[in-house]
């Protein structure tokens, strides 16, 4: 894989470097995602009911 990305062209190269960072931030913000909806789970607010 390495070596296929050394002998690529600029634009090959520019790509991946897109693609990747693409995936590190959106699966940053599904991790943040999955993090405030189990902090909400374990510590749900006072004073807000669920049923109305």
Same mark, same amino acid.
């Given at each position: 894989?390495?070596?296929?990305?050394k002998n690529? @062209?600029?634009?090959?190269?520019?790509?991946y470097v897109m693609v990747v960072g693409l995936i590190g931030v959106? @699966?940053?913000l599904i991790l943040f995602f999955l993090l405030i909806k189990v902090l909400e789970k374990l510590f749900p607010q006072e004073g807000t009911s669920e049923q109305e």
């Open positions: 894989m390495l070596e296929l990305l690529a @062209s600029n634009m090959e190269k520019g790509l959106f @699966s940053v």
